[in-house]
């Protein structure tokens, strides 16, 4: 199939949180897997600060065990959590770790021990953009009613020379008709909904920078994206 895309980049800048990654029962989950007392009589706008003090009254090793395994669950063994602890205040583990389906949590781990840590860890930061697409001709249209993460993985790599690191890892997939590790790519996705006025949809995306790095600075470009299973 054709398809064809116009697509403008609106905003990218740097942010500190995924929205909605630590909610007020997340807060309240992880006071009670580290044994506070009286977590549920937290008020709604103290839970962070003190969720954050509650932390810091661990050493940080046993501090970032313990998100972890609140946050990855049985995902993780002891021994896996352990090699990790030893690397989350010196690495930029949500882009590094060799697994990609770990990325998102990890962030979000990092964020948490931060906020108990601020002088034991760096502020982890990932990437917002907003991007406009508009459909050239009809068939394009479906992809912008129903969006995909393959569909806006593959859109992403077409604003990039192919030295970024989506198509150096990932050319062979882009290609096909399985591009099995977009969902680790886009880790959070907002859409306006598809406008049939001028066929566009309005997205935002949150992911890592090492993902998109090479499009600061591009305000424009075209874009021939598909979503799996849409080649002939």
């Given at each position: 199939m054709?398809?064809k895309?116009?697509?403008?980049?609106?905003?990218?800048?740097?942010?500190?949180?995924?929205?909605?990654?630590?909610?007020?029962?997340?807060?309240?989950?992880?006071?009670?897997?580290?044994?506070?007392?009286?977590a549920?009589?937290?008020?709604?706008?103290?839970?962070?600060?003190?969720?954050?003090?509650?932390?810091?009254?661990?050493?940080?090793?046993?501090?970032?065990?313990?998100?972890l395994?609140?946050?990855?669950?049985?995902?993780?063994?002891?021994?896996?959590r352990?090699?990790?602890?030893?690397?989350?205040?010196?690495d930029?583990?949500?882009?590094?770790?060799?697994?990609?389906?770990?990325?998102k949590?990890?962030?979000n781990v990092?964020?948490?021990?931060?906020?108990?840590?601020?002088?034991?860890?760096?502020?982890?930061?990932?990437?917002?953009?907003?991007?406009?697409?508009?459909?050239?001709?009809?068939?394009?249209?479906?992809?912008l009613?129903?969006?995909?993460?393959?569909?806006?993985?593959r859109?992403?790599?077409?604003?990039?020379?192919?030295?970024?690191?989506?198509?150096?890892?990932?050319?062979?997939?882009?290609?096909?008709?399985?591009?099995?590790?977009?969902?680790?790519?886009?880790?959070?996705?907002?859409e306006?909904?598809?406008?049939p006025?001028?066929?566009?949809?309005?997205?935002?995306?949150?992911?890592?920078?090492?993902?998109?790095?090479?499009?600061?600075?591009?305000?424009?470009y075209?874009?021939?994206?598909?979503?799996?299973?849409?080649?002939?």
């Amino acid at each position: 199939m054709n398809f064809k895309y116009q697509v403008e980049l609106l905003e990218m800048k740097e942010v500190h949180e995924l929205p909605n990654a630590w909610t007020s029962s997340d807060l309240v989950g992880l006071l009670n897997h580290i044994d506070f007392d009286d977590a549920d009589s937290i008020t709604p706008e103290e839970l962070r600060e003190m969720t954050g003090m509650a932390l810091s009254d661990f050493d940080v090793e046993e501090a970032s065990d313990k998100v972890l395994e609140f946050r990855l669950g049985d995902r993780l063994n002891k021994g896996q959590r352990q090699n990790l602890v030893d690397e989350l205040q010196d690495d930029r583990i949500w882009e590094e770790y060799s697994d990609l389906a770990y990325h998102k949590e990890l962030f979000n781990v990092c964020c948490m021990l931060y906020w108990g840590f601020p002088k034991k860890f760096s502020e982890p930061d990932i990437v917002k953009i907003k991007l406009k697409i508009i459909s050239q001709n009809n068939v394009s249209d479906v992809n912008l009613k129903t969006l995909t993460p393959s569909f806006v993985a593959r859109l992403l790599n077409d604003g990039m020379d192919n030295h970024n690191i989506i198509y150096r890892l990932f050319d062979e997939q882009i290609a096909s008709n399985k591009f099995e590790e977009s969902e680790h790519i886009i880790w959070e996705l907002e859409e306006d909904g598809f406008n049939p006025e001028d066929r566009s949809n309005t997205i935002t995306i949150h992911t890592s920078w090492n993902w998109v790095d090479e499009l600061k600075g591009v305000k424009s470009y075209e874009s021939t994206a598909f979503s799996d299973g849409q080649l002939n």
